[in-house]
């Protein structure tokens, strides 16, 4: 149901913006969206989530100030901002919309940062 895309390698301090478009027939109108990472060897972590009703966005301790979540409806799609990435966001990417009994989830889109 979802489609991320947008990842590829990008240098130390570049930015990327990484989108999650929901596939023919599913609509992201009112579902929470939130964006997880994996990185190799590591376990899935958040990274930052917006609630269905408010638009509240909740981020993890480590993406407070460079990462941003935003999201059209008029496109279907969400979105994530990375500023000033490091080595250390490299990573599968992926989004997701909590649903019940199982939550959907992308893909992912791999991110490398590396010089």
């Known amino acids: 149901q979802l489609v991320e895309s947008g990842g590829g390698l990008v240098q130390p301090g570049g930015s990327l913006t990484l989108s999650c478009a929901a596939a023919s027939g599913f609509t992201l109108r009112g579902y929470a969206i939130g964006w997880f990472r994996q990185a190799p060897g590591k376990e899935r972590e958040a990274v930052v989530c917006?609630?269905?009703?408010?638009?509240?966005?909740r981020y993890a301790d480590s993406a407070k100030d460079r990462f941003s979540i935003s999201r059209d409806y008029t496109k279907n799609t969400a979105y994530l901002q990375i500023d000033g990435l490091r080595p250390e966001d490299t990573a599968v990417y992926y989004c997701?919309?909590?649903?019940?009994?199982?939550?959907?989830w992308g893909q992912g889109t791999q991110v490398t940062v590396s010089s």
């Open positions: 917006i609630s269905s009703s408010d638009d509240r966005i």
């Open positions: 997701n919309a909590p649903h019940w009994p199982q939550d959907y």
